[in-house]
């Protein structure tokens, strides 16, 4: 890092460093200016001389995917995909790109399902899960709450 300049791409080494070390919070404080990261939390750099207002935030994404949680029981013996968070969930990773998954796709323990956008962070979920998705409960681009069943699936 430059003295007194905080790059872009020396915080996304720190960021490194903290998934490879399990690390959920990293400070580091120098004459001009200080830097503070937690994991599923935004970035805050501040300069020593400028008031707190003039803090830049960059949204950082979650450090480890977010697990969801999984419930037995419906119709067939599906399982419930439960949100594991507060947020806004999204069946794609940007507007204009295909949905993650649909009714009768195929998932594994780590295919991504969707994203939920918590506090500017986007969390990528993941099934958790061997089966076939037979239904998605909520809307693209719609609140959730936490434990709020998101997808059905039928373990395979």
């Not at 790059?7 to 580091?28: G, P, Q, R, T, V």
């Not at 399982?79 to 968070?85: W, Y």
């Amino acid at each position: 890092m430059q003295e007194g300049f905080v790059d872009l791409k020396d915080i996304k080494a720190i960021i490194d460093l903290m998934k490879k070390n399990s690390i959920s919070e990293f400070e580091l404080e120098r004459q001009e200016f200080k830097i503070k990261l937690k994991r599923g939390t935004a970035v805050t750099a501040i300069p020593m001389e400028e008031p707190p207002p003039n803090a830049v935030g960059l949204p950082i994404a979650a450090t480890s995917p977010v697990l969801p949680m999984l419930t037995a029981g419906g119709a067939h013996g599906e399982m419930e995909i439960k949100s594991p968070m507060i947020g806004t969930f999204y069946r794609a990773p940007s507007p204009e790109a295909v949905n993650y998954v649909e009714i009768g796709t195929e998932v594994n323990p780590d295919t991504v399902v969707c994203i939920i956008e918590a506090m500017k962070v986007m969390n990528e979920i993941k099934a958790e899960v061997r089966g076939i998705v037979t239904e998605i409960l909520i809307d693209n681009a719609k609140p959730v709450e936490f434990g709020q069943p998101i997808f059905k699936i039928r373990p395979s």
